[in-house]
């Protein structure tokens, strides 16, 4: 019959020095491998694909216009997914009562991933009477930003 030897104060630093090596490869090698399971499994959380459209500074945005005097329009796009992004995006004007619209500018701009990027162009808008709403558009992913803007008295 065979007994069991206990541990050796000698071989105690051996066996902690091995768990610990074990434990460090398995979290380095094994933990990417670990977390796609887990979030399969929904027991981690998702991680979000999301593209934030913002208004870089919205307390500047103007609250007055004139027909065909230039302004300036600044907005940002931030990618917080783990793809490159290629979007488009359209500013238009549109008058109160939403009979009629004109497009002011558009262009597109290409993201990777968890990158950001400002927009700033100038615009010329129209006289859509007393008060219209200016937008900015993404095509992809399908979100818009808007802000109120009367014409100037002057």
Do not use: C
């Not at 005097?69 to 009562?97: G, M, P, R, W």
């Not at 939403?98 to 597109?108: F, N, Q, R, Y």
């Not at 009477?129 to 818009?144: D, M």
């Amino acid at each position: 019959m065979a007994s069991s030897q206990p541990t050796t104060q000698k071989e105690k630093p051996i066996l902690i020095g091995v768990i610990g090596i074990a434990l460090i490869l398995l979290l380095s090698i094994g933990w990417p491998t670990l977390q796609k399971h887990l979030r399969q499994w929904n027991l981690l959380p998702q991680t979000q694909q999301i593209t934030e459209l913002y208004f870089t500074n919205p307390s500047a945005l103007p609250a007055v216009y004139q027909p065909g005097l230039k302004q300036q329009v600044t907005f940002t796009v931030h990618n917080e997914t783990d793809t490159a992004e290629n979007t488009s995006y359209v500013i238009t004007q549109t008058n109160e009562q939403k009979s009629a619209s004109t497009t002011l500018a558009h262009g597109s701009v290409n993201l990777a991933p968890g990158a950001t990027q400002t927009i700033r162009t100038t615009v010329a808008l129209q006289n859509f009477g007393t008060r219209s709403s200016v937008t900015i558009g993404l095509s992809q992913p399908k979100e818009s930003i808007s802000y109120w803007i009367d014409r100037s008295a002057s």
